[in-house]
C-alpha cells in the first residue's frame, strides 16, 4: 500500500497561510512529468552505442570507448545549458589517477559535471545527482570487449542527465551540480577525486544522490518483478566523527540520525509526495553488504550521501561478458532495461532535489536544552543563513519508529514540546510560505 502521509499535524502557533495540509508545488510537478523515459531511453542506448565506456579504453575514437562517451555526455549537457541563461556550466573533472589497484599505468580521467549555479549569490548550498558512466564485463581490466553497462550503469547517467535537461531552464536559489563521473568499476576513482576536491575548495555540499544500477526490474533466482520500489541506502553512524561527537552520539541514542540517514527519511517523504506508485525503502546500511559505491568517498569526506538502487538486482546483467549459457542470457544490454522505471526514479530524484534547492537552508545550532530536569523537550535553534521561513517543523518519532511520526509548526527559533527527550527523537527543519523544507537537523544537548 502506498503510505499517505502518516504526519500529524499539531499547530503550536497559528500562522497566516496555515501549514495545515502536505502540498504539492505545481513547479515542481510539472518539472516532475516533463521527465521522460523516451529521453532516458535514448540516453542509455547512445552510451551503449560507445561499445565499451571501461575506464581504460580507447580515448581517440571518435565512436567508441571511454573518451568518445564523456565527450558526448558533455556535449548533451552543454545543448541542455544552453537554456539555462548562462547559469549553467559544464565542465571535465579532470585528474591523472596513479597506477595501482585496477589501473595498470598512470591514467588521465575525466568526470563531466553541469553545474547548475543557485540564482541567490549568497546562498552557498550544493546539491549533486550522481550516476558513473563507466562500464565493464567479468574480467575488470577487458578494456576491448562489447560492454554495454546499461543498467550499470548507464541508468544513473542518465538520470544526472535528464535532470539537467529539465532543470536547466529553472531557477533555484542553491546550486545543483548534475555528475557523470568516471572509475567506478575500477575503484571509485571519479567520484573520489570530486569528493576530494569539494573538501579542498570548502563546497558546502548538502546532499549527494548517488544512482548506480536504477534500471532494472527483475530479481535473478526470486523472480520477483518489482517496479514500483527502490532503495536508499544511508549509513547510521557518520563515517567521520570526532571523539566527542561520537561520545555525544552514544549518549543521546543519535545512532540512527546521522546526515545520511535524514536525507535518506527526506527523500522518501518528498519523492512518494511528488511520484506515483513509488515505494521508497530505507535501507540501514551504508551500501548493499560488502558492496561500495561513489556516494561513500562523499560520506568519508563529512558529506551527507545516499544510495539509489532498484530493489532487485539481476546479477546475470552486471559484470557479465555478453553471452548465452545453458539457454540464459549474460550481459547489461539495453534491451533488459525497464525505462518506466529509470523515469519514475529520475522522478524522485528530481523532485527531492527541487525541495533541497527551492528551501530555505536548515536552521542552525539546533539543540535540546538540558538545563534543567523535565519531562517535556525544550529545543532552540538560531534562524538559517539566507532567505527567511516561513517557520520550522519540529519532527517527533518514537525511538524504535523509522519515520518521523509527528510534526509541530513553530514561527520562532524555540519549542517547549510535551513530549520528553528521554522517549522521543527530535529534529528541526526550516520551512517557506509555499512548504519546501530543508533537511532536518538532529539537535545537541545544549545549556
Ligand atoms: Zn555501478
Redesign the pocket.
Request: net charge negative; proline share 0%; charged share 55%.
Given at each position: 500500500m502506498k503510505r499517505i502521509s502518516l504526519f500529524i499535524i499539531s499547530l503550536i502557533t497559528i500562522s497566516a497561510s496555515a501549514q495545515t495540509t502536505i502540498r504539492q508545488d505545481p513547479a515542481i510537478k510539472q518539472m516532475v512529468d516533463e521527465v521522460s523515459s523516451k529521453n532516458i531511453e535514448s540516453i542509455v542506448r547512445k552510451l551503449v552505442s560507445f561499445k565499451t565506456r571501461h575506464t581504460l579504453s580507447d580515448t581517440v575514437s571518435k565512436t567508441e570507448g571511454v573518451g568518445a562517451a564523456r565527450n558526448w555526455i558533455k556535449a548533451e549537457y552543454e545543448r541542455y545549458a544552453a537554456a539555462s541563461n548562462g547559469r549553467m556550466k559544464v565542465q571535465f573533472d579532470e585528474f591523472v589517477q596513479p597506477k595501482g589497484n585496477r589501473i595498470d599505468k598512470p591514467t588521465p580521467m575525466k568526470n563531466v559535471l553541469a553545474i547548475l549555479k543557485g540564482t541567490d549569490t549568497a546562498d552557498k548550498r550544493i546539491y549533486i545527482v550522481s550516476g558513473?558512466y563507466d562500464s565493464r564485463v567479468s574480467d575488470v581490466m577487458d578494456v576491448k570487449s562489447f560492454a554495454p553497462g546499461a543498467v550499470?550503469?548507464a541508468s544513473?547517467t542518465a538520470v544526472s542527465m535528464e535532470l539537467a535537461r529539465v532543470m536547466a531552464k529553472r531557477r533555484f536559489p542553491a546550486t545543483i551540480i548534475f555528475m557523470a563521473v568516471v572509475g567506478?568499476?575500477q575503484g571509485l576513482y571519479g567520484s573520489t577525486n570530486v569528493a576530494k576536491r569539494a573538501k579542498a575548495e570548502g563546497w558546502q555540499i548538502d546532499a549527494m544522490l548517488n544512482n548506480?544500477?536504477v534500471g532494472n526490474t527483475y530479481g535473478m533466482e526470486t523472480g520477483l518483478k518489482d517496479n514500483r520500489s527502490v532503495r536508499v541506502f544511508s549509513e547510521g553512524v557518520p563515517a567521520v566523527e570526532t571523539e566527542k561527537q561520537a561520545a555525544v552520539r552514544n549518549s543521546v541514542g543519535g545512532e540512527n540520525d546521522s546526515p545520511a540517514r535524514e536525507l535518506a527519511r527526506y527523500t522518501k517523504e518528498i519523492a512518494e509526495r511528488y511520484v506515483e506508485q513509488l515505494d521508497v525503502k530505507l535501507i540501514y546500511r551504508r551500501d548493499r553488504y560488502l558492496r561500495g559505491?561513489d556516494h561513500i568517498p562523499f560520506s568519508q569526506q563529512g558529506f551527507a550521501a545516499i544510495r539509489i538502487t532498484e530493489m532487485n538486482e539481476d546479477f546475470n546483467r552486471q559484470h557479465q561478458d555478453i553471452r548465452q549459457e545453458n539457454g540464459v542470457d549474460y550481459g547489461d544490454l539495453p534491451d533488459f532495461a525497464d525505462y518506466d522505471y529509470i523515469q519514475k526514479v529520475a522522478r524522485m530524484n528530481l523532485s527531492t532535489l527541487a525541495n533541497l534547492a527551492l528551501a530555505p537552508s536548515s536552521p542552525q545550532n539546533v539543540g535540546v536544552i538540558t538545563s534543567g530536569l523535565t519531562n517535556k523537550t525544550q529545543l532552540k535553534w538560531d534562524a538559517p543563513k539566507g532567505k527567511a521561513p516561513a517557520g520550522y517543523y519540529v519532527l517527533m518519532r518514537e525511538t524504535i519508529s523509522p519515520y518521523w511520526e509527528k510534526k509541530f509548526f513553530v514561527t520562532g527559533t524555540t519549542a517547549n514540546i510535551g513530549y520528553s527527550k528521554d522517549n522521543y527523537l527530535f529534529a528541526v527543519q526550516a520551512v517557506d510560505a509555499e512548504g519546501h523544507e530543508s533537511l532536518p537537523v538532529f539537535p545537541k544537548p545544549v545549556r
Open positions: 558513473h550499470d550503469d544513473g567506478e568499476e548506480d544500477i559505491g
